[in-house]
């Protein structure tokens, strides 16, 4: 296996620049997850560490090796694509053992890694049939087969379970997951799913129009967005955002003279512009508090989701989540309050601001005033 390092790696298709001096450092075994936006250049960054585009600028080291003028074959590199890219005249086994054919490798060798991956994926009952009598998830474990077949150093997956239905992708997934535990394989997946990218991810790296917005674990993205861009794309439903400005020391005045109680930050002083940030699962229905009117609940079975327009913030849509046994419908009218303990401040620029050391004594509810 192999650590993957890249040095300001940019990318331009003729005047388009696409990626803007990425550095970033995966190490031996590392599952790494690419996340963001259409258009933000996940891909593009995973085809240039596969070697099916050529890196503009910078450098791309594999295992201590630097690979800008190595063609893909040489990278050690095992790569799953969205399509599943099979030879429909081949069986499963003969698409499997394609690629060591190719290689010029010995009949033994070839029976032994086809019929190894093909248990580990729990397809060896499959080896004879051909593609067109295969599911889609069987499909995509085959696809999966021919790149563990080659033995490479790192596999890359570029949104390999975007054409599956949500049953299928959930169990692929999880099959994704042991073969990154069973092989401990580097691994570089690209995918626009949230929920692909908090369960698989050792790490997740955040792109916004082809610049690394921010790398961290699921739950440090979370928890701890950096800027307001990953905090607004990490998280489904994403982060409540209501503008306003610092009022007192604890204290964030927003629209029509409204104020309450927020974390304290250093750097920030009184009358700088922030944005407060609450995730919908920590607002909670309260008898005192932002009053409004619920304008959609979406059931979820075991919470629901209110979507509450605020009297004294026109314009202002909160998100909160509810639990499933609760009874609320569009029209009517309820209070909300947040923990500001789990609250975030971003500064004018977007940038999380750095929170201070709270007291224990120090009030949780986002009272008004």
């Given at each position: 296996m192999a650590d993957i390092v890249l040095k300001g790696v940019r990318k331009s298709f003729g005047n388009a620049k696409v990626i803007h001096g990425v550095d970033l450092d995966i190490r031996d075994g590392e599952f790494i997850v690419f996340v963001g936006p259409s258009g933000c250049g996940k891909s593009t960054l995973l085809r240039l560490i596969a070697?099916?585009?050529?890196?503009t600028a910078g450098d791309l080291f594999i295992d201590g090796e630097r690979v800008n003028d190595l063609p893909p074959a040489k990278r050690g590199i095992a790569m799953v694509f969205q399509s599943y890219a099979l030879y429909p005249h081949m069986n499963v086994y003969e698409n499997m053992a394609f690629g060591l054919e190719l290689a010029k490798a010995s009949k033994g060798q070839i029976e032994e890694r086809v019929r190894e991956a093909a248990r580990l994926l729990q397809i060896d009952n499959l080896l004879e049939r051909k593609p067109k009598e295969?599911?889609?998830?069987?499909?995509?474990?085959?696809?999966i087969g021919r790149a563990i077949v080659r033995d490479p150093k790192v596999f890359l997956f570029d949104e390999p379970l975007s054409n599956l239905d949500a049953a299928l992708r959930v169990n692929t997934r999880i099959e994704i997951a042991k073969l990154h535990t069973d092989t401990s394989a580097t691994m570089i997946y690209v995918t626009h799913d949230q929920v692909e990218a908090m369960t698989l991810a050792d790490r997740i790296v955040v792109l916004n129009a082809g610049r690394v917005e921010q790398v961290g674990t699921p739950l440090e993205l979370y928890h701890r967005p950096a800027n307001l861009f990953v905090a607004?794309?990490?998280?489904?439903?994403?982060m409540n955002f209501l503008k306003g400005h610092v009022s007192g020391a604890s204290q964030i005045r927003l629209a029509d003279g409204l104020t309450i109680a927020a974390p304290l930050a250093n750097g920030l002083r009184s009358g700088d512009d922030v944005t407060l940030g609450v995730r919908p699962d920590h607002v909670r229905l309260s008898e005192t508090g932002l009053a409004g009117r619920v304008a959609l609940v979406e059931e979820l079975g075991e919470n629901h989701l209110l979507y509450v327009d605020l009297d004294a913030l026109p314009g202002c849509r909160l998100t909160a989540r509810a639990p499933g046994d609760a009874r609320h419908k569009a029209g009517d009218r309820i209070a909300v309050e947040f923990d500001r303990e789990a609250c975030h401040l971003f500064d004018s620029t977007g940038q999380a601001a750095q929170l201070r050391e709270r007291s224990a004594s120090a009030p949780r509810e986002g009272a008004l005033t």
């Open positions: 070697g099916l585009e050529d890196i295969l599911s889609g998830g069987q499909r995509q474990r085959v696809a607004g794309f990490i998280g489904s439903p994403q």
